[in-house]
């Protein structure tokens, strides 16, 4: 028998399928950052409309209780003792007054929120429109929201100065991100990788399932507030907790709060590192996640939509945050 040449027919082959080649990287098989996934389905929960009644009786009824108590108290007082019952009466109308100044902190916080959100509508507007005179407003808006920031000064300054140039409402935004808002974008990105870190870190190291699940939670929480007041959306608690569940429940509603396309190099990072150790995979995973959550609250505490100045990348600041922390774990 001879030894021939082997031809072999490459057109009877069927063609190659993109869609049905396996995939790089199966996230599914890596770690998953179940810290976040459980903040962000803590924060974004809606309560029930029975368990907005419950509470809200629960608070009418303690807070009777407590006012009945308290009148009762200081009426007895007054009659066994003038002056023990008006010391307590001070006390109580100081605590009071407290109580109204925080309140009044709060309505503010959440004026200012209001405030973010009306320049950011109208930034998008104009930049539908492409109409310069909305443009313009948005301008004003802007500078007269950090009138008062030292911060934001030279950059004020150079807006006013060059934005007479500027004829059109896409040239004039990107102006003014340029230069009002670049120093404030980097100021809140440095917040995200911190508090992606902080989550990765302990994530890693701390073996409590309940450590990094608060860790997670109160990092979050801390990174959003931050990011708010950057931008001066300085918030109270409840309007650090409302602004919170805006964001998460945007990331929920979306789907984004999982891995994708934008946390692939994390994940590539957290399933080697996972083979070693997978408390380090949970890390790098939810610091991406923390990041994540970041760059969405930036979103939506920036009273510019981001146009001329690029969006920040979650793998980038991950890159940033986690780097010789667990080696290269990101881009």
């Given at each position: 028998?001879?030894?021939?040449?082997?031809l072999?027919?490459?057109d009877?082959?069927?063609?190659?399928?993109?869609?049905?080649?396996?995939?790089?990287?199966?996230?599914s098989?890596?770690?998953?950052?179940a810290?976040?996934?459980?903040?962000?389905?803590?924060?974004?929960?809606?309560?029930?409309?029975?368990?907005?009644?419950?509470?809200?009786l629960l608070?009418?009824?303690v807070?009777?209780?407590?006012?009945?108590?308290?009148?009762?108290?200081?009426s007895?007082?007054?009659?066994?003792?003038?002056?023990?019952?008006?010391?307590?009466?001070?006390?109580?109308?100081?605590?009071?007054?407290?109580?109204l100044?925080?309140?009044?902190?709060?309505?503010?916080a959440f004026?200012?929120?209001?405030?973010?959100?009306?320049?950011?509508?109208?930034?998008?507007?104009?930049l539908?429109?492409n109409t310069?005179?909305t443009a313009?407003?948005?301008v004003?808006?802007?500078?007269?929201?950090?009138?008062?920031?030292?911060?934001?000064?030279?950059?004020?300054?150079?807006?006013?100065?060059?934005?007479?140039?500027?004829?059109d409402?896409?040239?004039?935004?990107?102006?003014?991100?340029?230069?009002?808002?670049?120093?404030?974008?980097?100021?809140?990105?440095r917040?995200?990788?911190?508090?992606?870190?902080?989550?990765?870190?302990?994530?890693?190291?701390?073996?409590?399932?309940?450590?990094?699940?608060?860790?997670?939670?109160?990092?979050?929480?801390r990174?959003?507030?931050?990011?708010a007041?950057?931008?001066?959306?300085?918030?109270g608690t409840?309007?650090?907790?409302?602004?919170?569940?805006?964001?998460?429940?945007?990331l929920?509603?979306?789907?984004?709060?999982?891995?994708?396309?934008?946390?692939?190099?994390?994940?590539?990072?957290?399933?080697?590192?996972?083979?070693?150790?997978?408390?380090?995979?949970e890390?790098?995973v939810n610091?991406?996640?923390?990041?994540?959550?970041?760059?969405?609250?930036?979103?939506?505490?920036?009273?510019?939509?981001?146009?001329?100045?690029?969006?920040?990348?979650v793998?980038?600041?991950?890159?940033?945050?986690?780097?010789?922390?667990?080696?290269?774990?990101?881009?």
């Amino acid at each position: 028998m001879t030894n021939g040449p082997v031809l072999i027919n490459l057109d009877d082959q069927e063609p190659a399928r993109p869609e049905i080649a396996p995939a790089l990287i199966d996230a599914s098989e890596g770690p998953q950052g179940a810290a976040m996934q459980q903040v962000a389905a803590i924060a974004a929960r809606k309560p029930s409309r029975l368990a907005r009644w419950f509470w809200s009786l629960l608070l009418a009824l303690v807070g009777f209780v407590v006012s009945l108590a308290a009148w009762d108290y200081i009426s007895g007082l007054l009659a066994r003792s003038p002056i023990l019952g008006g010391i307590a009466t001070g006390l109580i109308a100081l605590l009071l007054l407290v109580l109204l100044v925080m309140g009044l902190r709060e309505l503010a916080a959440f004026a200012r929120l209001r405030r973010l959100d009306a320049i950011q509508r109208k930034a998008s507007e104009a930049l539908t429109s492409n109409t310069l005179g909305t443009a313009r407003d948005v301008v004003t808006s802007l500078v007269g929201l950090y009138g008062d920031r030292e911060d934001t000064s030279w950059g004020r300054a150079e807006l006013q100065s060059r934005q007479a140039d500027v004829l059109d409402a896409d040239g004039l935004l990107g102006l003014a991100e340029m230069t009002v808002l670049a120093p404030l974008d980097a100021r809140a990105q440095r917040e995200v990788e911190a508090a992606a870190r902080q989550v990765a870190t302990v994530t890693a190291i701390v073996p409590l399932a309940l450590a990094d699940l608060f860790t997670a939670l109160t990092a979050n929480l801390r990174m959003i507030r931050r990011i708010a007041e950057i931008y001066g959306g300085r918030s109270g608690t409840l309007g650090s907790w409302r602004l919170t569940r805006s964001v998460l429940t945007h990331l929920v509603a979306t789907g984004a709060v999982a891995v994708g396309d934008d946390l692939i190099g994390s994940v590539a990072g957290g399933g080697v590192l996972s083979k070693v150790s997978r408390r380090f995979g949970e890390g790098v995973v939810n610091g991406a996640l923390t990041a994540r959550v970041g760059v969405a609250a930036i979103e939506v505490c920036r009273p510019l939509p981001f146009h001329a100045s690029k969006r920040p990348s979650v793998s980038g600041l991950v890159g940033r945050a986690l780097s010789g922390l667990f080696g290269r774990s990101g881009s």
